[in-house]
């Protein structure tokens, strides 16, 4: 069983930040849980996030949309103190990653992406997922970038502690 407080969800640019969907639903599975609030443009939240990690390794980092980017930006600077990443529909396709693509990163990968997302194009984050993760398992489902349906459908546990 994975240790929750190893554990991070990074909330995309939405305003209820950790207090979205997805942070309520998976601080409910894994009690104990990090789910800080970030702020500020995309260099302010990354030095957020690195003072929350600090020297700590084994983490699960679960990033939505820009927090999908963040996860993979601090996975490819950092990939000796993550265990895993989950990224649902991550925003790879920004500059900040896609137009400085990383070197391969060994660290397993899940993305799940819906074919309706109507903010960042499928085709294009597998691509680049595809070649800086190839350990990787891309999961497509029938939904939007919020990917409600999704998350609460999905078997979280598995996912994370395989």
Known sequence: MIDPTSIL?????????????KARLLRDLFPGMVTPDFDGEL???????EAII?????WTLIGSSLGGLM???F???NPGQVRKLA???PALILPEFADHVPDPVPVPTIVIHGTRDELLPL???RRLVEKVFPNNTYII???????HKTSGELDWATLLDG
């Open 9 to 21: 969800f990074i909330h995309g640019s939405s305003g209820d930040k950790s207090q979205t969907y």
């Open 43 to 49: 260099p302010e939240r990354m030095a957020q996030l």
């Open 54 to 58: 600090g020297d700590k390794t084994g």
């Open 71 to 73: 996860a993979a930006l």
């Open 75 to 77: 996975a490819a600077q």
């Open 87 to 89: 990224l649902l529909a």
């Open 123 to 125: 085709d294009a984050c």
């Open 141 to 147: 489902v029938d939904d939007d970038h919020r990917l």
